[in-house]
């Protein structure tokens, strides 16, 4: 008798196959699930290899419109970053993900969600903190966190052994000494040769972009149309792109094609651990970019101020720490539309060996950008003698604090 259904987050890969086969040796009837979220994969080998190796049933869920309106879109709308490098790929696709599982493993009676994901990264904590709030009913097996798993499997060695022993297939081609995760927004590669920081990545590590010293010698210019913060058109030459997948995937070729939006960060994983990361994003860098420039051009002043302060740090910390099932992400995106009412807009942009450049912006129902105001020769609007109040009011406080520092003996010069 079984012991219960589980809906396992499955890859085809080795360890996936080996969590597969060993939950079904354990007495567990076992659907396997595929998130496609726009990584390069042969799904139908995977979906063969799952029922071959024993699953009950094989499910693969399209959902990159889901990621690219739900949530990358939302992003870009508020310039997410995770300490000031990382764009959060990975972490954008994990919410989606997460709950397209769910709704597999209620489709088919499940009683349990597993993922192979190891004890020492994020991932565990995004996706089981996501179950958690999506329905708490379901349990989790967390091979990797499981005493009994870890001591029988402790190394690549074993788990070839157990693939041997129960007749999974392995690719014959080597594994590539790093981890990576793929989908529509980056590429992320970790662990093996890049545990050692000062390690240069190889040339083949990079899949999403190519080598800027190998792109073209003449810029590709284009623009990014906005739409109340949103990307509703990008234009290159004679490619226009209007549907939000494939828009975002124009942005990732013109990327790809000038080697934009390569990083490689030490950064301060949720559990603790500092962990070294390389990460291959092309769309979102330019689209990022282009969002920032407009900005200057449309939003005001001090709402700017507030959301860079608050809502880009918060939410930004709230995907990457697996939060964005939580009250507080709600909160925080209300205010992400709210500030995005006025920027529409186009940002003119050209991409040339490893960067991005604004060429120009413009806005017809947003700007708040005055050329008479702001011209040198023009006294319209804005006179000049007015400033000499503001400098005076503004130097009060500072006048008393200078005079202060000179009544103690301390004068503001040598400070």
């Not at 995770?82 to 764009?87: A, I, N, P, S, V």
């Not at 301060?268 to 330019?286: H, Q």
């Not at 918060?314 to 992400?336: A, C, D, H, K």
Request: include cysteine.
């Amino acid at each position: 008798m079984s012991k219960g259904r589980v809906c396992l987050a499955y890859s085809g890969g080795l360890d996936t196959s080996t969590i597969l086969k060993w939950l079904l040796n354990e007495g567990y009837t076992v659907v396997c699930y595929l998130a496609n979220v726009g990584q390069e994969e042969d799904f139908a080998a995977v979906e063969e290899k799952a029922l071959k190796l024993g699953a009950e049933a094989f499910v693969c869920e399209d959902l990159q419109r889901e990621l690219v309106e739900e949530v990358v879109f939302k992003a870009i709308m508020c310039n997410a970053i995770f300490e000031d490098r990382y764009l959060l790929g990975t972490a954008l696709a994990r919410p989606v993900i997460a709950r397209s599982q769910v709704r597999v493993a209620e489709r088919y009676n499940c009683q349990y969600l597993s993922h192979g994901c190891t004890g020492k990264g994020n991932d565990q904590v995004r996706f089981e903190l996501a179950f958690m709030a999506l329905n708490p009913s379901l349990k989790v097996i967390a091979p990797w966190r499981l005493p009994e798993f870890i001591e029988r499997f402790q190394g690549r060695n074993d788990l070839l052994k157990f693939a041997a022993e129960n007749n999974i297939p392995v690719s014959s081609t080597p594994k590539a000494p790093w981890s990576m995760d793929d989908n529509i927004v980056h590429c992320s590669y970790e662990a093996g040769v890049l545990e050692d920081p000062d390690k240069t990545p190889p040339k083949e590590l990079w899949t999403r972009t190519i080598d800027p010293v190998d792109a073209p010698s003449e810029p590709q210019e284009f623009s990014v149309h906005f739409k109340k913060g949103v990307p509703v058109k990008v234009v290159t030459g004679n490619t226009v792109a209007t549907d939000s997948v494939e828009l975002f995937k124009l942005l990732n070729k013109i990327g790809h094609d000038h080697g934009v939006g390569r990083v490689d960060i030490v950064e301060n994983r949720f559990i603790g651990l500092k962990s070294r990361g390389c990460y291959d994003t092309p769309g979102l860098t330019l689209a990022r970019l282009a969002h920032l420039d407009l900005e200057g051009l449309v939003m005001d002043s001090r709402v700017r101020e507030l959301r860079d302060q608050f809502v880009t740090l918060t939410w930004s910390r709230q995907l990457y720490q697996g939060m964005y099932f939580s009250p507080e992400r709600e909160f925080v995106e209300n205010s992400i539309v709210f500030s995005q009412r006025s920027v529409s807009g186009v940002v003119r942009m050209a991409a040339y060996r490893g960067n991005a450049y604004v060429l120009g912006r413009s806005s017809d129902s947003s700007n708040l950008y005055s050329e008479q105001d702001a011209s040198m020769d023009s006294l319209e609007g804005f006179s000049p003698m007015d400033t000499s109040g503001f400098i005076a009011i503004q130097a009060i406080r500072l006048k008393k604090f200078g005079l202060q520092k000179i009544k103690d003996g301390e004068p503001l010069s040598k400070s």
